[in-house]
């Protein structure tokens, strides 16, 4: 399985970036995905995720109401729109996929077998 996570950049706080994440190599359909970001000095956190069809999802306290994890299953895409950017979102971003179905939104970094390359989001102050 290739995750490519595409869609970083510089934007300035209070701004908006939409991070998408294409996989390929194997069926996505009934895959779960999740989103984690690591900021410089830091462990890597849970960000987002979501089940097989987009019917659940879950998000850490600290993007909740900012940031929306969707996905297209005839793209093979997940994305992460994130709105109302802070500094302290500053991270390498990193798509992840579950081997086998995911009715559930995993949080935990364990539950997920594929990782990303990651993706650079910057936001100035």
């Known amino acids: 399985v290739q995750l490519q996570a595409s869609g970083g950049g510089l934007v300035q706080a209070g701004g908006s970036l939409r991070l998408s994440c294409a996989a390929s190599?194997?069926?996505?359909?009934?895959?779960?995905m999740g989103w984690f970001r690591q900021a410089p000095g830091k462990e890597r956190e849970f960000v987002a995720a979501?089940?097989?069809?987009?019917?659940?999802?879950a998000y850490s306290d600290s993007v909740k109401g900012r940031f929306t994890m969707s996905r297209d299953n005839a793209k093979n895409t997940v994305y992460l729109q994130m709105n109302s950017l802070k500094p302290e979102d500053t991270a390498v971003y990193y798509c992840?996929?579950?081997?086998?179905?995911?009715?559930?939104?995993?949080?935990?970094?364990?539950?997920?077998?594929?990782w990303g390359q990651g993706t650079q989001v910057t936001v100035s102050s």
């Open positions: 979501i089940n097989w069809n987009g019917g659940s999802t």
């Open positions: 190599g194997r069926p996505f359909g009934r895959s779960g």
């Open positions: 992840a996929a579950r081997g086998g179905v995911s009715y559930y939104a995993y949080q935990q970094e364990s539950a997920y077998d594929y």
